[in-house]
């Protein structure tokens, strides 16, 4: 049996799928606790390293207003990062600014490499490297209810060429 290459997560709800690293399997739990009141759904992506789950690698936020009132409110200036406009929302991401505070060693003042040195190189991976991929790759359900009329085309209905008669 072949190994999938990428993990789908899905929100049928706000009809998004998203592909992340098959590798991430073993690295990655995903929690939809909501933490921001002005966000209407939230999908965090925490980083677990044997066993224990540390933060988030990265959090997908869902905010209902439009892009208007995205750049209106500041949240173009802010650290979160738009990812799309549908169906009335803004889905934004965000990424940690540093590392976990569990990797600190408070005795020497600086991260304890020695301890989690591949922990560390990991998740530096999956944030600077994989998550923008995993951005980029966001899609929306072609059947979700929109507001927008769509119309019909056929090949043989559109565009009709009419030839005139001469008499």
Known sequence: MRKPRELVYRSSRYGFTLRLPAWWRSFCVVSR???DRETEY???FQFKYKGKIYDDIFTLL???MTRRQWKARGYD???LIFVAEHDGRIFAA???GELPHAFYDPKTDDYNYKKYGSAISLLKRMVNSDVPRILKSVRFARGSVTMKSVPYRSRKVWPVRCRRRRK
């Open 62 to 64: 869902v905010y209902r």
């Open 42 to 44: 939230e999908a965090h």
């Open 33 to 35: 606790s909501k933490r």
């Open 77 to 79: 200036e802010s650290p």
């Open 94 to 96: 965000l990424t940690p």
